[in-house]
């Protein structure tokens, strides 16, 4: 197939809000893509269901925006270019390494853009930087394979996350019988898809909706599951990359569990002295390391989902909690069994007063599902609200394509602590909360203040105030002023403040740990 019916496809999906019309159009991908495939073309399911939600087959190929720009030649006027000429070529690039390799790689990408046309160029940029923001996540692309492939949504779900592998799905919806689909199984070693949760504004809230519910601690760590068969022992992170060998501090633990064999779902953060956690991006900076650094990160679990040849995924939650305790007291996630709201607020303030981020509010009696955001998963966390300043805006792409987007946030530096005084310090960026109608907007308003641009970006006058809700902040040495936001989203324009009043730098430097 052609790369150009995918970009097309990209493109339809990103221009629709809706649902239905997401599936519709990606399960018509999908049925021309199993129609035309031969003995040869098979694998282009896989590789285009990876472009869909920006994740190539590869993985990383070593190529980065700098040497993207360098390398991209002038666009093809016709589109020629398949989805397996794209795989070969990533392939290509993926295998490069050593002296000479960026020339190489240099040449490499020049000739595949020169083929490229203008929209195949930019769509390519985004899947090869993990940048595809289509809304064509792994939830839609599960019902439209179920569509295309004229399977039950259960079905396919399930394999999808017991197999961990959305593209190997997908083939298999698409080619195989039902019965191959419902062959696929839990199988330790092999990384199984995670559950999600919803949210909710208060505890109470969440308890109401889940009923009796384990009330958890939300730690402020990063997100693991590991395997373990006999001796050994494979630790994944939520996208399902085998990171073992970063953790060698997990393994031995895990190691040292009275099991044979067993999968745990769980976080692993740095504490500090006193067993505190320390700050989130200590923990993910160790979390990417390759090598072991002295930070020491320690595992905690909240679920099991399979023990010495019995698979749990399908029992109720109050099942996998007391199989977690027989064995793992010790790493077992804080939290309290209750159907009473004050029980889970209580649970809250004592999660919150130890460091902690939140809760989690899971119904007793839910199975494990990937991928689900019902209210059998449910994540309670404060939200923090400020008033910062627009120091520019981004072009958008997809169905914000001719639009200002993602926003330049800046926090006032009264005492020219990080810059001229009274001035302001950029502190983040999003384009998250930003409705039909305040793209419309800042795309009129900004240039009437600019100061200067950018080809990605117009820059702006100081003035305009935004309301901001964040999760908190967390140490940042991209951003002078030392911070950055974490999860930001626009609630509103402060039209009735000005700038003079926005929330300062220090005030947002108070939420870090010691601020």
Known sequence: ML???????????????????????????????????TADSADEVAIAVGYLVGKPRQGRIGVGWRGLQSATAEAADVPSLTISEVDAVF??????????????????????????????????????????????????????????AGRPAGAVRRAAMLSGDLGATAVLALTGDAAA??????????????????????????????????VEFKLDGARIQVHRLGDDVRVFTRNLADI??????????????????????????????????????????????DAARETVLAPWFFDVLHVDGRDLIDEPLAVRRAELERIAPALRIPGEVTADPAVAERVSADALAAGHEGVVVKAIDSVYAAGRRGSSWIKVKPVHTY?????????????????????????????????????????????????????????????????????????????????????????????????????????????????????????LRSLLPGG
């Open 3 to 37: 790369l150009e019916e995918l970009v097309a496809t990209s493109a339809a999906v990103a221009a629709t809000r809706s649902r239905l019309a997401k599936i519709d159009a990606l399960a018509a991908l999908l049925g021309r893509l199993a129609a035309e495939s």
């Open 91 to 148: 392939d290509a690039l993926a295998a490069l390494g050593g002296a000479g390799s960026a020339a190489e790689r240099t040449s490499i990408l020049g000739e595949l853009t020169s083929r490229a046309t203008g929209p195949e160029q930019e769509f390519l940029a985004r899947v090869v930087l993990g940048e595809v923001r289509t809304g064509a996540l792994e939830g839609v692309l599960l019902d439209a394979i179920a569509r295309a």
């Open 181 to 214: 689909l419902d062959a696929v199984g839990l199988v330790v070693g092999r990384p199984v898809l995670p559950m999600l949760a919803a949210t909710a504004a208060t505890p109470a809230a969440a308890i109401e909706a889940a009923g009796e519910a384990s």
């Open 244 to 289: 073992t060998g970063r953790l060698p501090e997990v393994v031995e633990v895990v190691r040292a569990l009275p099991v044979a064999s067993v999968i745990l779902d769980g976080e692993t953060l740095a504490l500090d002295e006193n067993d505190a956690p320390r700050p989130f991006q200590d923990t993910m900076s160790r979390f990417g390391a």
């Open 387 to 507: 008033d910062l300043v627009v120091l520019g805006a981004e072009w958008g792409y997809g169905r914000r394509t001719g639009l200002l987007s993602n926003l330049h946030l800046g926090a006032r530096d009264p005492d020219g602590e990080f810059g001229e005084p009274g001035g302001f310090v950029m502190v983040g960026k999003t384009f998250k909360g930003l409705t039909d109608k305040l793209l419309a907007w800042q795309t009129e308003h900004f240039p009437e203040i600019e100061t200067h641009r950018t080809a990605q970006a117009v820059f702006v006058e100081p003035v305009t105030v935004v309301e901001i809700a964040i999760d908190g902040v967390q140490r940042s040495s991209r951003y002078p002023g030392g911070v950055a936001l974490r999860f930001a989203r626009v609630k509103r324009y402060r039209d009735d403040k000005p700038a003079a009043e926005a929330d300062t730098i220090r005030s």
